[in-house]
């Protein structure tokens, strides 16, 4: 199983963020990281939010871990800065 738990703080600020957006995507996109945090399933998620489960998957990923790769480039640019140096981690 995946750990996608998050801080306290962290899901206050997601919980602070889905009530003063306007933006119904930006709302759904916290909603959907709130309920993984919350031990929901990304298919479960998507499907009670009637979006794209990808879409929960990649912006969870984001959330979840502070990157997500939307190219093949910065995934490999990534891959490289990690194995010159493994002990920095990702991003280096």
């Not at 119904?24 to 929901?40: H, T």
């Not at 998957?57 to 490289?80: G, P, Q, V, W």
């Amino acid at each position: 199983m995946l750990d996608r738990s998050l801080p306290a703080e962290k899901l206050a600020e997601l919980r602070a963020a889905h009530r003063s957006t306007l933006d119904k995507g930006e709302a759904d996109r916290n909603k959907a990281v709130l309920a993984l945090a919350g031990g929901w399933g990304a298919e479960d998620v998507a499907a009670g939010l009637q979006i794209d489960g990808n879409g929960v998957r990649n912006h969870s990923k984001k959330t979840l871990h502070d990157h997500y790769f939307e190219t093949f480039a910065e995934f490999k640019s990534a891959c490289e800065a990690f194995f010159a140096n493994p002990a920095k981690g990702v991003g280096g």
